[in-house]
């Protein structure tokens, strides 16, 4: 849309088209930049989650014998684990939308 804007105008010189779409790409560039942030944070912050689960269940089978009752127990406590990381993430995707959304609207300003 921005830089369709920048030729709606025929009459301007060469130059002042060329650093609007200069301008829009910039925008466009820093909304991909505060997206990707987002992204990264919501990635590593997950993965973090994840990998305390894994120290977790780790934990619970260090120093005991291996069987296949303790195995499965430990599984599933791993998964219940993992799962309440997904519950916690997912809830936290609408802040991370909103904070994004006042991100691109400041760069619309």
């Known amino acids: 849309m921005c830089s369709a ?3 709606n105008d025929t009459n301007s010189p060469s130059p002042v088209i060329q650093n609007c779409l200069k301008s829009c790409a910039q925008n466009t560039e820093r909304a991909d930049s505060a997206l ?3 992204l990264n944070s919501f990635q590593k912050r997950f993965e973090r989650c994840a990998m305390d689960c894994n120290d ?3 934990d619970l089978l260090a120093g ?3 069987s296949p ?3 499965a127990e430990v599984q599933t406590f791993a998964m219940g684990c993992v799962s309440k990381c997904v519950d916690t993430h997912v809830d936290l995707l609408q802040k991370i939308e909103s904070r994004v959304s006042k991100q691109l ?3 619309s300003e």
Do not use: D, P
């Open 69 to 71: 009752g303790l195995q």
């Open 64 to 66: 005991s014998q291996h």
């Open 5 to 7: 804007e920048c030729m």
């Open 36 to 38: 990707q942030t987002e």
């Open 56 to 58: 977790s269940a780790q």
């Open 105 to 107: 609207k400041s760069l």
